[in-house]
């Protein structure tokens, strides 16, 4: 009993170490346990996939199999995570077909979600539309991953149809919806979209927020409109180093275009 209350304490302690960005903490714990359950192989495999160590998150899974340890949907989803962070393509696609294979993706769409962001992250946009068609039950961020691939692409044209689309299907846009959107427009110097992205969003977003406050500084500065910038800029509560370095790049821009 001593030893499946230390096993369970160790992988809640590995996840709450890699959750707080102790990830050297987190592999010292999960050394230190006798027994290694798939809850502890999780733990550390998330945690390195979430603070982008792919090869430590690639290495630990080869472990884990040479243990005999059988992975299960969380163990996947971080693989994919993984993958798509070291644009390991081909490795990602080795994972998708084995998920296939097990039948994961009918079981949980977090799957499919992951794969969409991996396809998009490795500049396999075909890939990253099928997975995203053939998904049964499409949630917030199975739209959200789609909309981010288009966006990042410069296909601002697809992120609007998508992104009425995902209002039809009556699911309605969140933080990062928006800040797929504002991208898409800055990518394309397309002011008059960006102004009308902003309106919405103001109506269910705080635009003083960082993430959405850099996001619309990014936009605008892109777009050359500096006045709109500052006016975001000035609103803003709290301004990390990306939001500094969106509203500089905006008076370079428009520097450049005096």
């Not at 890699?18 to 010292?28: P, Y």
């Not at 502890?40 to 899974?61: M, P, R, T, V």
């Not at 396999?124 to 099928?130: G, M, S």
Request: hydrophobic share 40%; proline share 1%; charged share 20%.
């Amino acid at each position: 009993l001593m030893l499946t209350e230390n096993t369970i304490i160790g992988s809640m302690l590995i996840d709450m170490y890699a959750k707080c960005s102790c990830i050297a903490e987190a592999k010292q714990v999960f050394d230190t346990l006798p027994i290694k359950v798939l809850d502890s192989w999780n733990a550390l495999i998330g945690g390195y996939a979430d603070h982008d160590l792919g090869k430590e998150a690639l290495d630990c899974f080869e472990q884990m199999q040479h243990k005999s340890v059988s992975p299960n949907v969380s163990t996947f989803v971080s693989i994919v995570k993984a993958c798509g962070n070291l644009r390991a393509i081909g490795k990602g696609q080795e994972v998708h077909a084995k998920i296939e294979r097990e039948g994961f993706i009918e079981e949980d769409n977090a799957f499919g979600n992951a794969l969409i962001y991996m396809y998009g992250k490795c500049g396999h946009l075909e890939d990253a539309q099928k997975t995203f068609k053939d998904l049964d039950i499409k949630d917030v961020i199975s739209w959200n991953a789609m909309i981010s691939t288009y966006a990042k692409y410069g296909y601002e044209t697809q992120c609007f149809k998508l992104f009425h689309e995902m209002h039809q299907n009556c699911l309605f846009a969140d933080k990062f919806t928006f800040v797929s959107m504002l991208s898409a427009c800055g990518n394309v110097d397309n002011l008059r979209h960006g102004r009308y992205m902003h309106v919405i969003l103001s109506h269910v977003c705080h635009e003083e927020e960082v993430i959405i406050g850099t996001a619309l500084l990014d936009m605008y500065s892109k777009c050359c409109s500096i006045e709109d910038a500052e006016k975001v800029f000035d609103l803003m509560n709290h301004r990390d180093i990306t939001s500094w370095n969106a509203m500089i790049s905006g008076y370079s821009n428009s520097c450049r275009t005096q």
